[in-house]
């Protein structure tokens, strides 16, 4: 499998509108690489460009050490060619052949031998569990099925890389979590480079190896999933991952002994930093919180009020009015809150994250204590 590098990528379909802007990317052979970030931010053009059905406007593709395109080289290898599988949204099945054509058809048009269409077909239906429904027609399946279907016409092939765009965004809410699972014991099965477009964060956390985050064409983040939820390099990063988001608190800093007095509109608060970190006296900060991170306590701590309560049955989401800021919290297990009742938290973690407000960038992660 190809190791992939994307040099100074850049896409402009009108006049000072890019779609993605001096893009440097390199995705290492097996990795598991979901595009990442709102509508309009890039990541289908972006997938779209390394398959060969989109042009960039700058910029170089290596697949390996071959060069696959180049604007200054005239180097722009045709996507029949660059060995690489693309799983589209709505499946593509032709609705006239059944499961064994669907896979053998394009077999066929690559001129397999007869033998080989017929023992590939076998072998994909059975990696993908279809087996039992290769003479079914797509209406005879379920989503569920068509899926997997449309997998195993992808990768029957054998291609370097499987590239997917928004796959599973038409199944329900349990389809999806059944074939997340099937998608990374299929990646951890074939050893293949899969680069996956979702706008949904959960999807990118748990099938990950790595998470490309961008925004508006512009890459702001790339790393593994728990790097990026745990360590978010701005401000961006931090609110777009994690549901309920992280907590923004306004605040300014002042050195203090190797801590950071942070006094906000509600509370004060005493950050210590993980590693050493430099900022001005009264300068201008945000402290991110992360939900999990605010910690219910029966007595010390906040007076909070209780906004609203959702119990999951895993956890109970709270909205907490703490004089005045409004904090997301979570409290696990099986629990429940009245509404404005009084309730008390504290923080808990060394996980806290400080960005500079004008950056809006990371400065530094460390733990927080109350002040008097």
């Known amino acids: 499998m190809p190791r992939i590098r994307l040099e100074h990528i850049t ?13 440097d990317l390199v995705i290492e052979d097996g990795d598991f690489v979901s595009l990442l970030g709102p509508s309009g931010c890039g990541k289908t053009t972006t997938l779209r460009m390394i398959a060969g059905l989109e042009t960039p406007t700058e910029g170089e593709i290596y697949f390996d050490d071959q060069c696959v395109f180049s604007q200054d080289k005239g180097i722009n290898i045709s996507p029949d060619k660059r060995n690489v599988g693309f799983l589209f949204q709505n499946y593509a099945l032709w609705p006239h052949m059944t499961v064994r054509r669907n896979i053998a058809f394009g077999l066929e048009n690559m ?3 007869k033998s080989r269409v ?42 370097r890389v499987l590239l997917m765009d928004e796959p599973l965004s ?28 979702t706008h949904d964060q959960s999807e990118a956390m748990t099938l990950s190896s790595k998470v490309c985050l961008m925004k508006l064409g512009v890459l702001q983040q790339y790393s593994p999933p728990l790097e990026l939820y745990g360590s978010p390099q701005n401000i ?19 050195p203090r ?68 800021t409004i904090l997301s919290a979570i ?3 099986i629990v429940d809150y009245k509404m404005d009742s009084i309730i008390r938290f504290t923080f808990e973690g060394n996980r806290f994250v400080l960005f500079d407000k004008e950056s809006t960038n990371q400065i530094t992660l460390g733990s927080l204590s109350l002040r008097a």
Request: with cysteine.
């Open 11 to 23: 896409k402009q379909f009108s006049k000072g509108s890019k779609a993605v802007d001096q893009l």
């Open 111 to 113: 001129k397999w031998e």
């Open 118 to 159: 017929e023992s590939r077909v076998k072998e994909i239906c059975d990696t993908m569990r279809i087996a039992e429904y290769i003479d079914r027609y797509p209406a005879e399946l379920s989503g569920g099925q068509q899926q997997r279907v449309a997998i195993a016409r992808t990768l029957a092939p054998n291609p």
């Open 170 to 197: 038409n199944l329900d809410a349990k389809l999806r979590n059944d074939m997340r699972a099937e998608l990374k014991r299929l990646h951890m099965n074939t050893g293949a480079t899969f680069i996956y477009v």
């Open 236 to 254: 961006f990063c931090a609110d777009f991952m994690g549901n309920p988001s992280m907590n923004f608190v306004p605040c300014k800093g002042t």
């Open 257 to 324: 002994d190797g801590a950071i007095e942070l006094e906000a509109e509600s509370f004060s608060l005493l950050f210590h930093p993980n590693s050493p970190a430099e900022i001005r006296s009264g300068q201008e900060l945000v402290l991110g919180i992360r939900p999990e991170a605010v910690k219910i306590v029966p007595s010390g701590g906040i007076e909070s009020k209780v906004i609203s309560s959702l119990p999951t049955g895993l956890d109970t989401i709270l909205s907490l009015n703490a004089r005045g």
């Open 331 to 333: 409290d696990f297990g």
